[in-house]
């Protein structure tokens, strides 16, 4: 008997849970690996109006893998990072908006550190208008490749940076900004990542600044196309938010962005990272 009842909500990403006691989640083991199986086969995960409390969110994500701390000190339970555009609430809320692109999280990291392994988010307010939380799996996108474009991309070697990213919500920067943004350094990622499964996704996103070795705009302008294929609407699962919802995402397998909402909305999300272990590669 399956510990999960799952409901696919499109063809290629996204998929409800339903019947789950929160309880159960921060503290049974083999339902934490029937949730990491359920979503390696559909990236995306919806708990409906769950109600998860932030130290269950925490303990849940234990039973995953490592949980991130890097932004401790943004909330009183360690392990919870609150996403917001209020600064009183999140003061590096200015980087928010940069989410408002397509992305995979952990592209840029300061160090060597792997991209994270899944993230979770659990819904405090809601956008009166706009704040969906879209996805689009980048394994779909590669498989949607003819035989012809994965010989041809499996050599390609893209370089992602922080300023590729944050030019996108701040065309015109400061130099105190460019400044900031340039002190990240800058990461050269397969296009292809042959997953230690042996499964193969594109990375894609607003890091990706530009493809190494090829002319810039002719680089840009394959990025930008195959983004495009990889998010056009019939292959994205767009969740529109209630109080309560929990979702959880393969962050290596997946692309996800926001809607853009309002900068003094009351949208408040509780995210809680597990990290990753399998370079890009």
């Keep these: 008997m399956s510990l999960l009842t799952v409901n696919k909500l499109t063809a290629s990403v996204g998929a409800e849970v339903t019947g789950i006691d929160p309880d159960r989640l921060a503290t049974d083991d083999l339902l934490a690996q029937a949730v990491l199986d359920a979503l390696e086969d559909n990236g995306v ?47 590096s809320a200015a980087y928010l908006r940069a989410t408002f692109d397509w992305h995979i999280d952990g592209c840029t990291p300061d160090g060597d550190e792997c991209p994270q392994k899944a993230t979770v988010l659990s819904a405090v307010q809601v956008a009166e208008s706009g704040g969906e939380t879209e996805f689009a799996s980048s394994y779909a996108a590669y498989d949607a490749l003819t035989d012809a ?24 920067p ?9 002190a990240r350094r800058t990461h050269e990622h397969p296009l292809v990542w042959t997953h230690t ?29 195959l983004l495009d294929r990889a998010t056009v609407p019939e292959k994205v699962y767009s969740h529109r938010w209630s109080v309560g919802d929990t979702v959880i995402w393969d962050n290596r397998g997946v692309l996800h962005r926001a809607a853009p909402y309002e900068p003094h909305s009351p949208r408040e999300m509780l995210r809680t990272t597990v990290l990753g272990d399998e370079p890009i590669q």
């Design 174 to 182: 400061s130099s105190e900004q460019l400044a900031r943004w340039r």
């Design 197 to 225: 499964s042996g499964r193969k996704s594109l990375v894609l996103g607003a890091s990706a600044d530009y493809v190494a070795g090829m002319d810039l705009d002719e680089g840009r302008a394959l990025l930008a196309e």
């Design 45 to 91: 995960l919806v708990f409906p109006r769950l109600h998860l409390n932030p130290e269950a969110q925490v303990a849940f994500c234990r039973r995953l893998g490592a949980v991130d701390h890097s932004s401790d000190g943004h909330h009183p339970v360690a392990g919870i990072y609150p996403i917001t555009l209020n600064p009183a609430k999140n003061s």
């Design 149 to 172: 474009e994965k010989q041809r991309y499996g050599s390609l070697k893209v370089v992602h940076s922080l300023e590729a990213s944050q030019r996108r919500v701040t065309p015109d």
